[in-house]
């Protein structure tokens, strides 16, 4: 929890951070919508499992160049990067379009203070709440969310997301699992 921290000065821009392989995970529709609505984006992530050749990897940087200024591309981040670009976004933009089942990314962002703008979609239908974010399915809500985000404060969603997720609640419930399977039991 120490490592996240709220940032000294919000930015402006939004923040993609995800696989940028994977279709579900959203990044074209991010670029979409930072073009139709008009705002800068960073995009941050990679190919974790290296799905991606040589050329891929080429023809990946080459696309990245060719968006406008408006767009950054940062590639894998993690530590201090990644915590950096965290903190300091407008807002975590995650339009994802799967049923993802636990969002960690946008967990860390609350925690850094960053307010998540996401689709209902997987554990984060559950995970982000009215004191962290907003959630959008149509472009319509997704500008409406853009606007309603600024309402929530840095501190306030950081309180929200340590007080739901804990460290010591998630090392418990594992304990419990391992304990279970330990005595026999058969989990579906």
Excluded at 43 to 60: F, H, M, P, V
Excluded at 82 to 92: D, I, P, Q, S
Excluded at 125 to 140: I, K, L, Q, Y
Aim: charged content about 30%; proline content about 4%; some cysteine.
């Amino acid at each position: 929890m120490d490592a996240y921290r709220l940032a000294d000065r919000k930015g402006e821009r939004l923040l993609f951070l995800g696989g940028i392989a994977r279709a579900g995970k959203g990044l074209n529709r991010a670029v979409d919508l930072a073009k139709k609505f008009n705002f800068e984006l960073d995009i941050a992530g990679g190919s974790r499992w290296k799905l991606l050749g040589r050329s891929q990897t080429r023809k990946e940087s080459l696309f990245f160049k060719s968006l406008s200024p408006r767009y950054r591309f940062h590639g894998t981040v993690d530590g201090e990067e990644k915590l950096r670009l965290l903190g300091e976004a407008y807002a975590f933009l995650n339009p994802i379009s799967w049923a993802e089942p636990f969002g960690m990314a946008a967990v860390e962002a609350m925690l850094c203070g960053t307010p998540v703008l996401t689709t209902p979609c997987g554990a984060l239908a559950e995970t982000v709440d009215a004191d962290s974010g907003r959630f959008f399915e149509t472009d319509d809500e997704f500008a409406h969310g853009l606007n309603e985000i600024n309402s929530i404060s840095a501190r306030t969603c950081r309180e929200s997301a340590a007080e739901r997720f804990p460290i010591q609640k998630a090392a418990t419930a594992y304990l419990e699992l391992y304990k279970r399977i330990l005595d026999g039991e058969v989990l579906p």
